[in-house]
Each structure stands twice: as structure tokens, then as C-alpha cells.
């Protein structure tokens, strides 16, 4: 049946920037579907909450603490994985920042290298570990790159973030040619959704009421509606699917 595509049943998956927002419910989506999961970020206290809600799924999962810009702990991170749960098929690159909100003529050097090491370096550091041991097994495996609206259209006032996630667009597209067909690699690009990182914008009628106005569904995506995507890319349902940005933007990038 067709909906039996959509099923992780089986998958052993890692979703990064797990403890909150899209990645939280991603993991959390991605284990009601079937996997097992692993979500990963920096504070163990923030994991607590996404591991238990995975478990009450019935998946197993690993509280496992970890800044994807440590290129040693990534690597302890898949092998504890593979050693007690098993070999991750399907890995989602959601770990990100956006620290600021400004001028380019007033970025500092030290921001503008943060958001690069966090939101490119550390997703690069992730799909390597990922793509090496898929290749070790001769394997396959689903990355879904989580990018943004912003790595598709320009977002104004937040130029080391806009292009951090240019990056991860063309890392996807490079992954996805070199990879294939073993690999599929997809970039999941969302627009504003009701997190942490817009909180400031929401709560700003000024700025929430601009941005509306260049969103033709008019409002804000919620978590779990972009998490529903992930598992879409991730599954056999987009078996046919590599090397695309699907956007889930509620129609801002389409005017």
C-alpha cells in the first residue's frame, strides 16, 4: 500500500539540534513512524524530554549529549550508535544557530565564523561520518539536510545565516550526484516556524505583520508540520527523490 512507503520501520536514525523545536518533533515524528532514534544536542538536561517522548513510542533511542562542531564526538557519536543500537540509515542535519540580526557593515569576524562552524562545518562533519560508514557496509541511507527559505531567497539582515544555508544547498546537490545511488540526500528547506529562533519576530507586530504579508498561507508553520516532511524525504515515499530542495515555506519562495 502507498502509505506503507512512509514507514521508517526498521531505520536507526540521527537527528541533530534533537532537543527542541523542528528537530525535536522530527525525531519524534521519525520514531512514530518506526525508527529508532537518536537525537542529538549540546545539553543532555534539553535531550532528556525529546529521548522520553521517543521512548514512549516504543523506539529505542540514546541519551547522547554532543556540539556537532566537535569532529572527534561526532565520530564516538556514530560509533555508539552502531554499537548499541545499529548502523544509522537515515541522518538529519537540523543543528543550527542565527545569532544576528543587523547590519553586514557591522558583522564581527568571530559571528560570522560561528554560524559557519555550527550550520555548514558541522553538518559537513555529520554527512562525512554518515557517508563513510554506509560506503564501509556498501549499504544505503536517507541525509535530509535541513536548510531554510533563507538558502533559497535572500533573506535581508541576516546575511551569515542566508548563506550558511546556500551552503547547505549546494552541499546537498553535491552529496546527492556523488552519493548516488546508494545514498540519497535531500535539503528540507523550511520558512518561519513557531520556535525558539522566531520567537523575536513573532512578538514583534511590526515585523511579525511584514512577514505574513510575504507568506501567502499567512501564518507560521508549526514544528510538526515540517518534521512531517523530514519523514517524507527520508522514507521509500521519495525513493525517486535526491538531490531536491523541498520547500515548506507556506508558498514564500513561489512569489
Not at 107 to 128: R, Y
Not at 178 to 189: Q, S, Y
Not at 235 to 249: K, N
Amino acid at each position: 500500500m502507498a502509505l506503507d512507503r512512509f514507514s521508517l520501520e526498521g531505520s536507526v536514525a540521527v537527528v541533530t539540534g534533537g532537543s527542541r523545536g523542528i528537530g525535536e518533533e522530527t525525531a519524534v515524528a521519525m520514531a512514530e513512524a518506526g525508527a529508532d532514534v537518536v537525537p542529538v544536542a549540546r545539553s543532555e538536561d534539553a535531550l532528556r524530554e525529546t529521548t522520553e517522548r521517543i521512548e514512549a513510542t516504543g523506539s529505542e533511542t540514546l541519551l547522547f549529549p554532543q556540539d556537532v562542531t566537535d569532529r572527534e564526538g561526532i565520530e564516538r557519536l556514530f560509533e555508539e550508535v552502531e554499537e548499541r543500537i545499529g548502523p544509522v540509515d537515515v541522518l538529519v542535519n537540523n543543528a543550527g544557530v542565527n545569532p544576528y540580526f543587523g547590519s553586514t557593515n557591522e558583522l564581527d569576524p568571530e559571528t560570522w565564523e560561528h554560524i559557519f562552524a555550527v550550520n555548514v562545518q558541522g553538518a559537513f562533519t555529520c554527512a562525512q561520518q554518515f557517508g563513510r560508514r554506509i560506503a564501509e557496509r556498501e549499504g544505503t541511507g536517507s541525509l535530509v539536510n535541513v536548510s531554510s527559505v533563507g538558502g533559497v531567497v535572500a533573506l535581508p539582515y541576516q546575511t551569515p545565516y542566508t548563506a550558511s544555508k546556500h551552503a547547505i544547498v549546494g552541499l546537498t546537490k553535491s552529496l546527492a550526484v556523488e552519493w548516488a545511488p546508494d545514498i540519497r540526500v535531500n535539503a528540507l528547506a523550511p520558512g518561519y516556524v513557531k520556535t525558539e529562533f522566531t520567537a523575536g519576530v513573532r512578538e514583534n507586530e511590526s515585523i511579525r505583520e511584514d512577514i505574513l504579508a510575504n507568506i501567502p498561507q499567512d501564518r507560521f508553520a508549526d514544528p510538526e508540520e515540517v518534521a512531517a516532511s523530514a519523514v517524507y524525504l527520508a522514507s521509500d515515499a521519495a525513493s525517486y527523490v535526491t538531490g531536491e530542495v523541498h520547500l515548506a515555506d507556506g508558498g514564500m519562495a513561489a512569489q
